[in-house]
C-alpha cells in the first residue's frame, strides 16, 4: 500500500542537530514505506530554520514548509528567503502556538505572499483550550482561504472536533485542502472519530490527506491504527488510497516545486 504522510515534524528528543534528525525521521519513513513526507517546521523547537532549511535539499523524500509568524515585521522578508535561499517547499502558519487569529490581516498578507512565491500554504487548526480561548471559529479558516483563492490552503487536523463545519466550509471554498492527522486518532472511543469518516464520505475522498503528526505519534503505529478506524467504519478501498496517497501525490505534482 503506498503512503504520503502530510504532517510531520522534528522529534525534538534526538541528541543533535536537525540533520540528526532528519536521518532518524527519513530512515523510519522508508521502514514504514511511507514514500514521501511533509515536513513543518515549528519556530518554537531548537532546530534553526536556517540549517535545517539547508539540510532539507538533501532529502528525496522529504519537503519541508517554514513556519513563520506572521505577526513579524520581516515575515515576508523570512518567507522569501526560506523558499528562494533555502529548500523551503511551503508556508506553515501556526495560530495556536504563535497567538493569533488564523484571519488577521497580517496573516493574509503572508498567504498572498506564500502564493505570489508560487509555494502552497498550511495552516494548523485543531481547537484546543488555548486556541478556543483565543476565538478559534472555522469561518476564519474559510476567510482566509478565500483572500487569495487560487493559493492552496490545507487545513490541518480537519478542525478537531469541529470537523463537520470544516467539512461544510471546505465545500464552499475550492482552495481549502484538508488532512487527518492527530484528530482522527486523538478523538478515538469518541463520536468526532465517526464523523472525520463520515466528512471523508461526504467529500468522495477529494481534497483530503492522510497525516500522522510524528514525533506526537508513532509512523507505524498511526497508520496501523488509522487503517484500523476506516475498516471500522467501512472506508471503501478507493477513498483509502485517495486519502493515503492519490491526493497527496497530485498536490505534490501540483504545487511542490
Ligand atoms: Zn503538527
Known sequence: MKVIDMHLHLDETVRGESKVALD???????????SKGLLLHLNTQRFHFEDLGRELGQYKNIFGFININPMDKDAGFQLERGVTKLNYKGLK????????????????????????????????AFPDG???????????????????????????????????????????VPNIYLNISYTLLYYRDSSITGDVVYAIKSMKGERIFYGSD???????????????????????????EKVLYKNAEKFITDFIK
Do not use: W
Open 24 to 34: 532518524i525521521l527519513s530512515r523510519e519513513m522508508i521502514k514504514e514505506g511511507v
Open 130 to 172: 488555548d486556541s478556543l480561548l483565543l476565538g478559534f471559529d472555522v469561518s476564519q479558516y474559510g476567510r482566509l482561504a478565500l483572500s487569495c483563492p487560487d493559493a492552496p490552503l490545507i487545513v490541518a487536523h480537519f478542525g478537531g472536533h469541529r470537523v463537520i463545519d470544516m467539512m461544510l466550509v471546505a465545500k464552499r
Open 214 to 240: 510524528y514525533p506526537d505519534r508513532e509512523l507505524g503505529k498511526t497508520l496501523e491504527l488509522t487503517l484500523d478506524v476506516f475498516d471500522k467504519f467501512n472506508l471503501t478501498d478507493d477513498l483509502i
Open 93 to 124: 502558519l501556526h495560530p495556536r502556538l504563535n497567538g493569533y487569529r488564523a484571519d488577521h490581516p497580517n496573516v493574509k498578507k503572508l498567504f498572498k505572499k506564500a502564493y505570489e512565491l508560487g509555494v502552497p500554504t498550511l495552516v494548523d
